[in-house]
T-cell receptor, first 114, second 111 residues
Framework: DAGITQSPRYKITETGRQVTLMCHQTWSHSYMFWYRQDLGHGLRLIYYSAAADITDKGEVPDGYVVSRSKTENFPLTLESATRSQTSVYFC?????????????FGPGTRLTVT | GQQLNQSPQSMFIQEGEDVSMNCTSSSIFNTWLWYKQDPGEGPVLLIALYKAGELTSNGRLTAQFGITRKDSFLNISASIPSDVGIYFCAGEDNYGQNFVFGPGTRLSVLP
């Protein structure tokens, strides 16, 4: 019963490089989300997906790309990483049966862009 | 966009004390939820509220959905060291249309 997993847990990359953060859930939840967490800003929604092949922008989507070809996976790509994208990234999923906010979060990926 | 305000931003309490925190919005929400984030981990859902005036408990935690639908409250009784963490409120208006997390209240419990 893996639940929701994220990989890698820690990543250091250089400015301008492409980075992909992976998220996998085993519950077949319809909804999946990507958040970034910075000190003083709480959780800010980057992108979310209501189902496979359906994605929508959140509050801070610039500089990020997502895809969802399979229900269980929701990768987040930083096409050209910048220092301002140094953050902790959380993936979450929800069945949507009781509203989308009953979410299960992964353990997070701590990304540092040098 | 919609924003939630949480107060206090941080608090230091003695073990055994009761804790109160709240979450407010200028908009009406149909759902309020409270999450807790332990250091180094992802948030975990504590309590979900779906009806104005609703009062729900989960062990030592009690949360209320404000009757104006613009606020929610979380109380923790008899705090213990493992209560340390960040408590987030979250609100959702129309189903799946708009949802937002608050900035969090950071709780420290002193032995």
């Amino acid at each position: 019963d893996a639940g929701i997993t994220q990989s890698p847990r820690y990543k250091i990359t250089e400015t301008g490089r492409q980075v992909t953060l992976m998220c996998h859930q085993t519950w077949s939840h319809s909804y999946m989300f990507w958040y970034r967490q910075d000190l003083g800003h709480g959780l800010r929604l980057i992108y979310y997906s209501a189902a496979a092949d359906i994605t929508d922008k959140g509050e801070v989507p610039d500089g990020y790309v997502v895809s969802r070809s399979k229900t269980e996976n929701f990768p987040l790509t930083l096409e050209s990483a910048t220092r301002s994208q140094t953050s902790v990234y959380f993936c979450a999923s929800s069945s949507g049966l009781a509203g989308v906010l009953e979410q299960y979060f992964g353990p997070g990926t701590r990304l540092t862009v040098t | 966009g919609q924003q939630l305000n949480q107060s206090p931003q941080s608090m230091f309490i003695q073990e055994g004390e009761d804790v109160s925190m709240n979450c407010t919005s200028s908009s009406i929400f149909n759902t309020w939820l409270w999450y807790k984030q332990d250091p180094g981990e992802g948030p975990v859902l504590l309590i979900a509220l779906y009806k104005a005036g609703e009062l729900t408990s989960n062990g030592r935690l009690t949360a209320q959905f404000g009757i104006t639908r613009k606020d929610s409250f979380l109380n923790i009784s008899a705090s213990i060291p493992s209560d340390v963490g960040i408590y987030f409120c979250a609100g959702e208006d129309n189903y799946g249309q708009n949802f937002v997390f608050g900035p969090g209240t950071r709780l420290s419990v002193l032995p």
